[in-house]
């Protein structure tokens, strides 16, 4: 017997200050994603494996697991789809879930609580990524307590015809790297190198709360009054219009403490590429590289991708369509050997 677990990817869309019972709440909007996902398969094994694509992360987890809890029985993993570096997706911490995951399952599997798994990663706890392992959902979260449960959950339509759908973009690392990355303020020599491209994510992420405290007090009005209700009401375009304003308020309360725009000239052509194909709302993730819009159903969904081949080429990055998903973690268990014998992998 083997399982296969699939996990989210996350998205950070805005900050939302928000006045509750009397006390101020630093918060974050957040979705999470169906792709890009990680996908992962186990067993139970004689020794401890990992393969597939970013294994070397998966790896430095594994083996801080299991100096920390000793598993009576070894696993081997293969990874079949990780999410990219630095596309503000919960690369990192997603991934370590999973493999957290899969350990655990075949040690104690009644066990396997997403938050205590969370815990042991050894990072601190990450609001974001627990919250979109546990369910998912469109989510506000309360970025100065992460083990709160969402202040706000939602589970928008994901059928074909009126989904909040999704187009994501994730620019290639390489490409966006040789253009300017920088803030336009910054001189040259300030421009990312590799080293800050591996931790870009944890270290914006960790400066969302210094960030929300100096958001203007209008978000938080402009959230329950306007955003919110449009999301209960499945009125897409109201919510995009309501997020679009956030994103500014945002971004003025990012720049404020230091923490500038990923975006480049070529990325700002997308999006505006992007909201003339009808995109209720669309930008970049607050925590990396990756690009998004919403659009209402598969169908707007397929037009938006077919007009940005205009602006997006294969060299410039990897284009697809998503939604929210609401699901969490899952694992399903697999009767058999994950690798039967006789493929060409064994053979190999």
């Given at each position: 017997m083997y399982i296969e677990i699939?996990?989210?990817?996350?998205?950070?869309?805005?900050?939302?200050?928000?006045?509750?019972?009397?006390?101020?709440?630093?918060?974050?909007?957040?979705?999470?994603?169906?792709?890009?996902?990680?996908?992962?398969?186990?067993?139970?094994?004689?020794?401890?494996?990992?393969?597939?694509?970013?294994?070397?992360?998966?790896?430095?987890?594994?083996?801080?697991?299991?100096?920390?809890?000793?598993?009576?029985?070894?696993?081997?993993?293969?990874?079949?789809?990780?999410?990219?570096?630095?596309?503000?997706?919960?690369?990192?911490?997603?991934?370590?879930l999973a493999v957290a995951h899969a350990m655990k399952y075949f040690n104690t599997p009644a066990e396997s609580d997403v938050a205590a798994l969370a815990a042991q990663l050894g990072e601190g706890t990450d609001g974001l990524s627990l919250w979109a392992s546990q369910a998912g959902g469109l989510m506000l979260l309360d970025l100065a307590s992460p083990t709160t449960p969402p202040l706000y959950r939602a589970e928008p339509d994901n059928s074909e015809k009126s989904a909040w759908g999704l187009v994501s973009i994730l620019p290639r690392l390489d490409a966006s790297l040789a253009q300017d990355k920088r803030h336009a303020d910054e001189p040259e020599e300030n421009e990312l190198d590799e080293d800050e491209i591996q931790v870009l994510e944890r270290e914006r992420y960790a400066k969302l709360l210094t960030a929300a405290q100096s958001l203007d007090t209008d978000s938080g009005t402009l959230f329950t009054q306007q955003l919110w209700p449009a999301v209960e009401a499945d009125d897409l375009e109201s919510f995009g219009s309501s997020l679009s304003q956030l994103q500014q308020l945002t971004q003025e309360a990012m720049n404020a403490v230091g923490l500038p725009s990923l975006l480049?000239?070529?990325?700002?052509?997308?999006?505006?590429?992007?909201?003339?194909?009808?995109?209720?709302?669309?930008?970049?993730?607050?925590?990396?590289?990756?690009?998004?819009?919403?659009?209402?159903?598969?169908?707007?969904?397929?037009?938006?991708?077919?007009?940005?081949?205009?602006?997006?080429?294969?060299?410039?990055?990897?284009?697809?369509?998503?939604?929210?998903?609401?699901?969490?973690?899952?694992?399903?268990?697999?009767?058999?050997?994950?690798k039967p014998p006789g493929t060409l992998l064994d053979k190999l």
């Amino acid at each position: 017997m083997y399982i296969e677990i699939g996990v989210p990817a996350t998205l950070p869309l805005a900050l939302v200050k928000l006045n509750r019972d009397g006390q101020e709440r630093y918060c974050l909007l957040a979705a999470t994603l169906a792709h890009p996902p990680v996908h992962l398969r186990a067993q139970a094994a004689d020794r401890f494996t990992i393969t597939g694509p970013r294994a070397d992360v998966a790896g430095h987890y594994a083996q801080h697991l299991y100096d920390l809890t000793q598993p009576a029985t070894l696993t081997e993993i293969e990874i079949e789809y990780a999410i990219p570096l630095a596309m503000g997706h919960g690369s990192e911490t997603m991934l370590g879930l999973a493999v957290a995951h899969a350990m655990k399952y075949f040690n104690t599997p009644a066990e396997s609580d997403v938050a205590a798994l969370a815990a042991q990663l050894g990072e601190g706890t990450d609001g974001l990524s627990l919250w979109a392992s546990q369910a998912g959902g469109l989510m506000l979260l309360d970025l100065a307590s992460p083990t709160t449960p969402p202040l706000y959950r939602a589970e928008p339509d994901n059928s074909e015809k009126s989904a909040w759908g999704l187009v994501s973009i994730l620019p290639r690392l390489d490409a966006s790297l040789a253009q300017d990355k920088r803030h336009a303020d910054e001189p040259e020599e300030n421009e990312l190198d590799e080293d800050e491209i591996q931790v870009l994510e944890r270290e914006r992420y960790a400066k969302l709360l210094t960030a929300a405290q100096s958001l203007d007090t209008d978000s938080g009005t402009l959230f329950t009054q306007q955003l919110w209700p449009a999301v209960e009401a499945d009125d897409l375009e109201s919510f995009g219009s309501s997020l679009s304003q956030l994103q500014q308020l945002t971004q003025e309360a990012m720049n404020a403490v230091g923490l500038p725009s990923l975006l480049n000239d070529h990325h700002r052509t997308t999006l505006n590429q992007m909201a003339e194909s009808g995109a209720v709302a669309c930008g970049q993730s607050l925590t990396g590289y990756g690009l998004f819009a919403f659009a209402r159903g598969a169908r707007a969904t397929i037009n938006m991708r077919l007009a940005l081949k205009d602006v997006v080429d294969y060299s410039d990055g990897v284009m697809d369509a998503t939604f929210i998903d609401s699901r969490g973690i899952r694992v399903v268990e697999r009767e058999g050997n994950m690798k039967p014998p006789g493929t060409l992998l064994d053979k190999l």
